[in-house]
């Protein structure tokens, strides 16, 4: 009768699902949080009492201010809310300073601002196809799609646990990716481009939107055979798109330009030095690249093959050092990095300009790309997983094989952000909201696809399983051994390198997928 109810009201199961995941982050307010949070409050008190011209070169703190213009306008705007719940988080010399106002304060603001990516949600399932109709409201893919983006595991923690502001960021993106489908290409790269200028991440996109925006809405034609039209480019719309790129970063990068900062910008956006890996491995290329390089520094050691005294000690043991200098390995430079990434990232985008097939197709180029650019990236944050999981969402309930591929790549790469929080009350909550959130994710696409074959194969579901036996080792086992003193980093570098292996596996079946993808006369003429 409940659902009944729900599906009377129309949408009202998305405001129900929409409260619900709300009143959920209310509970986590009182939760650990990491040093991002000591980091947002600093750019509190930065664009709060610094004027302008000082926002880039303030070092007081360890965590200066790295995002570009738009968030740290954002920072401005919420510092003036700030001052009425505690005026002494907005100053700059109060380091680690955390009143029980100023968490009440930080984390409503994540809470408040992800009322825009509640919205992108709502718009998304806008765009989902209704072919699918299903009698249950619960079994609609619209319905799914919002619990899978709403209830997304890995956002849950990493904002509203762990500390940081990528809702409202994710929102602006599924925006720009919603106006897309919807054919407002306009209003897609406004937004795409004000998100660029919020968190320059995002630039590992850019691709995706650049030559989808180039195919759809520069050129207004294809030919019969879905080839190309070259004589229905538009030299209007091409002007149209430049002048929202110029204008937004007019708008965001001018008043540092006039100032003469713009080199000193750059160089807080973009800070090589930090070294190939970020503090705990990312689940990627260079995870195993390191782990390999660990296995064989010991192998050359045991067979003499290496000099022990000439080996770093942080090399052999720390696994988290940030500058990593691999032993038997050649060691990995920014250039190596970019190139990779190109490398990776090019197959996708001539798929995108060679076999367009619409939104769908934009959407593959850009999982590929985020997941490209996480897997041989510099310096690479394990959280930017989220980057790729969550437009694959839009994918999974469009397709079996894209269902299948989701499953692993959300599992796998929640997973690895478990390390994340390794605080013991904490344990409880994010293996339970993991469970749930896997649960629903394997049961809801299962019963959406249940007419075609397995969405999994035996080796993908042992593999995921496996997951199970190495949490309890991580969690339960390890510390009780002595090895807990002599090698830390064990658990972390089990953790990375296992996961590795599957985010590397959804990477290339969704590349496989795309190549060999065969285009219906239907989608050419499209």
Request: charged content about 15%.
């Amino acid at each position: 009768r409940g659902v009944r109810a729900m599906a009377a009201g129309g949408r009202g199961w998305f405001r129900a699902l929409a409260l619900g995941v709300s009143f959920l982050k209310c509970l986590l307010i009182p939760t650990y949080y990491s040093t991002d949070f000591e980091v947002h409050r600093n750019w509190l008190a930065i664009t709060h009492s610094l004027p302008l011209s000082q926002w880039y070169y303030e070092a007081t703190s360890e965590w200066t201010l790295d995002y570009p213009p738009f968030f740290a306008w954002f920072e401005y705007a919420l510092s003036h809310i700030a001052k009425y719940f505690d005026p002494q988080m907005l100053v700059v010399e109060n380091l680690n300073y955390a009143s029980r106002a100023t968490v009440f304060f930080q984390r409503l603001s994540v809470i408040f601002t992800d009322t825009l990516f509640i919205y992108a949600v709502h718009e998304c399932c806008r765009c989902v196809n209704g072919k699918r109709a299903a009698k249950d409201i619960l079994e609609k893919p619209t319905f799914i799609l919002a619990v899978l983006l709403l209830w997304n595991f890995g956002l849950l923690i990493v904002d509203h646990i762990h500390f940081q502001y990528n809702g409202f960021l994710f929102g602006l993106m599924l925006l720009s990716v919603a106006r897309l489908c919807q054919k407002r290409y306009l209003e897609g790269a406004l937004l795409f481009a004000v998100l660029l200028h919020f968190k320059h991440i995002y630039m590992y996109v850019a691709p995706a939107y650049g030559i989808y925006l180039l195919r759809s809405y520069c050129f207004t034609a294809n030919n019969a055979d879905g080839s190309l039209k070259w004589r229905s480019f538009s030299f209007l719309h091409v002007t149209l798109l430049g002048l929202i790129v110029c204008l937004v970063s007019a708008l965001s990068l001018g008043p540092f330009l006039v100032l003469g900062q713009l080199p000193q910008v750059i160089s807080r956006l973009f800070p090589f030095k930090r070294g190939l890996c970020h503090a705990y491995w990312a689940p990627n290329f260079w995870a195993l690249y390191n782990a390999m390089d660990k296995a064989l520094t010991i192998l050359g050691l045991k067979c003499n093959f290496l000099d022990g005294t000439k080996i770093p000690k942080a090399s052999m043991t720390g696994g988290l050092v940030q500058e990593f200098q691999h032993t038997v390995l050649p060691s990995v430079t920014p250039l190596a990095t970019l190139i990779c990434t190109f490398i990776a990232i090019l197959p996708s985008v001539f798929c995108l300009w060679f076999k367009p097939q619409g939104p769908r197709g934009f959407l593959q180029c850009l999982v590929l790309c985020a997941l490209s650019s996480f897997m041989f990236g510099w310096h690479v944050h394990e959280k930017a997983i989220l980057l790729a999981i969550l437009p694959l969402s839009l994918l999974s309930i469009q397709r079996a094989k894209d269902a299948g591929i989701y499953l692993i790549l959300a599992t796998t790469g929640h997973f690895s952000l478990f390390p994340l929080l390794f605080t013991t009350p904490e344990l409880p909550i994010k293996i339970l909201l993991m469970l749930l959130f896997t649960v629903y994710s394997f049961s809801s696409l299962k019963s959406l696809f249940r007419r075609e074959k397995p969405l999994l194969n035996w080796l993908e579901t042992i593999y995921l399983i496996q997951l199970v036996p190495l949490e309890i080792f991580c969690e339960i086992i390890f510390p009780l051994t002595p090895w807990k003193w002599h090698f830390p980093f064990v658990p972390l570098l089990l953790t990375s390198v296992y996961c590795a292996l599957g985010i590397t596996y959804a990477w290339l079946k969704l590349y496989v997928s795309v190549l060999t993808e065969r285009i219906s006369v239907r989608q050419k003429a499209e």
